[in-house]
Nanobody
Framework: EVQLQASGGGLVQAGGSLRLSCAASGHTFDHYAIAWFRQAPGKEREGVSCITTRDDTTYISDSVKGRFTISMDNAKNMVYLQMNDLKPEDTAVYYC????????????????????WGQGTQVTVSS
């Protein structure tokens, strides 16, 4: 089983930037994909971005395309989410999650696809 630890959240003004980190430990060789999700109060968990561990294929939500970038440091078992030009609607708890199956562009954003979840980090963007 993979353990995940998300960090890097905080309070930032609109237009600012944050970089979230997800540290993976345990049986990291089992997981095929690592994704970032977010959940705002009263809303469903939303897929933000995903990266596959074997070939670095990335997927990203239209709502953050051009502003957020996912990256991975395999040697350190770390996945990052660089968030630029943040908007108040980006306010949410951000989670990282992994799965042992290869995602595709039709499945990566379904939370049910992922079986290991980190504890979440709060991102608050003020207007």
């Amino acid at each position: 089983e993979v353990q995940l630890q998300a960090s890097g959240g905080g309070l930032v003004q609109a237009g600012g930037s944050l970089r979230l980190s997800c540290a993976a430990s345990g049986h990291t060789f089992d997981h095929y994909a690592i994704a970032w999700f977010r959940q705002a109060p009263g809303k469903e968990r939303e897929g933000v971005s995903c990266i596959t561990t074997r070939d670095d294929t990335t997927y990203i939500s239209d709502s953050v395309k051009g502003r957020f970038t996912i990256s991975m440091d395999n040697a350190k078992n770390m996945v990052y989410l660089q968030m630029n030009d943040l908007k108040p609607e980006d306010t949410a708890v951000y989670y990282c999650a992994t799965d042992t199956r290869r995602p595709n562009r039709f499945t990566w954003f379904f939370a049910s696809q992922y079986h290991n979840w980190g504890q979440g980090t709060q991102v608050t963007v003020s207007s």
